[in-house]
């Protein structure tokens, strides 16, 4: 006869990882999405203004992921964040082509090295 493994039951004094907790990595890991599904024009920007706009990244959100850019990725030893900074960073540029064409912005977030003239 076949016993049927125990599941482990939480209990219910065990805590479950809120949202917060999860910190920059989901943080990371939602901007990724996002700038990947632009970069690769899975979602086309149309421009222009008002609720009509189908753009996903505004100037706010463009600003933001300048900021939380790691631009030093390409000096990672890790693979996976190389990758994910390559991807954050075609994103960026996307971006850039579109909301920032002159790379004033760009130039303002990015470190010495990284900006555009």
Excluded: C
């Amino acid at each position: 006869m076949k016993t049927q493994p125990q599941r482990k039951r939480q209990s219910k004094h065990q805590k479950q990882k809120s949202p917060a907790s999860i910190g920059r990595n989901a943080t990371a890991t939602i901007l990724v999405s996002i700038l990947t599904q632009v970069a690769s024009t899975k979602i086309k920007p149309t421009g222009g203004f008002g609720p009509h706009r189908s753009t996903i990244m505004n100037m706010t959100q463009y600003i933001d992921a300048l900021k939380a850019h790691d631009w030093e990725f390409r000096f990672s030893d890790a693979m996976r964040t190389y990758e994910r900074g390559m991807d954050e960073f075609k994103a960026l540029k996307a971006a850039a082509n579109e909301l920032d064409p002159d790379h004033e912005i760009w130039n303002t977030y990015a470190p010495e090295g990284h900006r555009i003239p």
